[in-house]
């Protein structure tokens, strides 16, 4: 049964996790700022499709393996971190190089960007985030009785989220595109670049650095985690 008494607080709690600040959330604020409104629907489109593929992997049962395994689980999280340090150097090298963001209609036309460009970062972001493995192998099984067919279920509850957090993060994009006026101000600019840089980087120096929960002696310890 895909909707039970159960459904209702999966759809509280992953309501309140999609709205909840990280590395999402920043980085649609991020390629909307670069592209424009389209870039971060395609960023928010691209995460939000990665989870169906953490759904599939925690429903089959994958994700234990990496989290019992020291060496495959460090792999995919210094993945993770070297793509997010990648992308916060990217924002500081525009901090640097930019003179604003043009803005539609207030400074010319913004720099075209490829559509795949966008598509990629999110889809990436997501797929190669283990704290995203972690918390759905911790959080959908609560949601899902014995009965209940495993893969269906935990696809359907990944579509839920799916819709939310799109919900969500294309709202944030479209007030960060409707900010035209302040979006092109070269000070602003910079600063908004240089702190989008400096907290990826710091996403991806903190998880690069953190023990896996193979390491800790116990996934449980990681179900705990803060939000992906």
Known sequence: MLIDDQFWTFLVAITLLSISPGVDTLLVIRNTTRGGVRDGVLTSLAICCGLFVHAAVSALGISLILLQSAWAFGVLKLA????????????L?????????????????RRAVPAWKPLREGLLSNVLNPKTVVFYMAFLPQFIAPGDPALAKSLFLAGVHFVIANLWQVG???????????????????WLNGLTGAVLIAFGVRLALERSPADAGSWKNACSARKP
């Open 172 to 190: 944030v994009a479209l007030m960060v595109g409707g900010a035209g006026r302040l979006l092109a101000s070269p000070a602003f600019a910079r």
């Open 93 to 109: 090298l525009a901090a640097r190089r930019q003179q604003g963001l043009p803005v539609a209609g207030v400074r010319g036309e």
């Open 80 to 91: 993770g971190a070297a793509y997010l340090i990648w992308l916060g150097i990217q924002a």
